[in-house]
C-alpha cells in the first residue's frame, strides 16, 4: 500500500511538472504571436513550438489551445528548411520575417544564401522575393542577379491591376505565361493571387501593349485600375505550406 501511494505521488509530480513546462512553452508561443514584435528568433520559436508539440501531441492541438490555424502555425517550421547559413542570419534576427522564410525555401541553398544576403542588405525587399521567384520558375536559366534588377526596377514604376477570379486549374504560372504572350516580358510585373482572387500587375508599357492587343480584337474590355508609383500589393500574409 505504500509503495502505491509512493508511485502515485511521484507519478503526480511528474504529471505537474510537465503541465508546468507545457503552460510555460505555451505561453511563450501566445505572447511571440500576440505582439507586433516577436521577444525571440524565428529559429528559437520553431524550437519552443518543437517542444510545445512534443507536450501536446500534435501541431493541431497546439494550434487549438493558442487560437491560431494549424496551417498558419505550421509556417512557422519553415525555418527548419533553410540552408545553415541562412539559419544563423534567422538566428541572428538579420531575417526575421515568416514570408521572408516561406520565399527562401523555395530556392536551392546556394541560391538562398545569394538572396539572403540582397535581402540583409537592405538590395531588395520581402515582397521583392516573391516576384523574384515567381520569374525564376518561369526563366530558370535567367541569373538571379538579372531577375532581382527587373524586380527592383519594375517596383518603382507606375503600375495597373487587372483583377479576376481563378477558376479550374488555373495557376498563377499559367496566367503569367498567357499575359507574356500579349505583353512581353518587361511589361508584366507581377501575378498574385490571395485565395482565389488574383491579380495581373502591368507596367506602362505593358498596358499599352495590352490595349493595342484588345484593339486588334475588337474589345476594350475593363480598363485596369491606374496604382500610380506604388509597388505591387501582394494583399493579406502569404501562406506557405509545402
Known amino acids: 500500500m505504500a509503495t502505491e501511494t509512493g508511485l502515485r505521488e511521484v507519478m503526480g509530480k511528474k504529471r505537474h511538472s510537465s503541465d508546468g ?39 493541431e492541438e497546439v494550434a487549438d489551445r493558442i487560437d491560431l490555424s494549424p496551417r498558419m502555425l505550421k ?61 525564376h520558375k518561369e526563366q530558370p536559366k535567367e541569373a538571379l542577379g538579372s531577375i532581382i534588377e527587373r524586380v527592383v526596377t519594375s517596383r518603382t514604376k507606375k503600375v495597373y491591376v487587372l483583377e479576376f477570379i481563378f477558376r ?28 482565389s482572387f488574383g491579380r495581373v500587375v502591368l507596367t506602362a508599357d505593358g498596358l499599352t501593349r495590352l490595349r493595342s492587343a484588345a484593339a486588334e480584337n475588337g474589345d476594350r474590355g475593363k480598363e485596369p485600375a491606374d496604382r500610380g508609383r506604388q509597388p505591387p500589393q501582394v494583399g493579406v500574409p502569404s501562406q506557405h505550406v509545402p
Not at 23 to 49: H, M, N, P, W, Y
Open 21 to 59: 513546462r507545457s503552460e510555460e512553452l505555451l505561453a511563450t508561443l501566445i505572447t511571440s504571436t500576440r505582439t507586433q514584435k516577436r521577444g525571440v528568433s524565428l529559429i528559437e520559436f520553431a524550437d519552443v513550438l518543437e517542444k510545445a508539440i512534443g507536450e501536446a501531441g500534435s501541431l
Open 168 to 195: 479550374g486549374d488555373l495557376t498563377e504560372e499559367k496566367v503569367a505565361k498567357k499575359i507574356r504572350e500579349i505583353v512581353g516580358s518587361n511589361g508584366l510585373s507581377a501575378v498574385e493571387r490571395s485565395g
Open 75 to 135: 509556417q512557422f517550421l519553415l525555418v527548419q528548411r533553410l540552408s545553415p547559413a541562412v539559419r544563423k542570419l534567422v538566428a541572428m534576427r538579420k531575417i526575421d520575417s515568416v514570408d521572408a522564410v516561406g520565399y527562401l525555401i523555395q530556392f536551392d541553398a546556394k541560391s538562398q544564401a545569394f538572396l539572403a544576403k540582397q535581402l540583409v542588405d537592405g538590395k531588395i525587399l520581402t515582397s521583392d522575393l516573391r516576384a523574384v521567384r515567381q520569374v
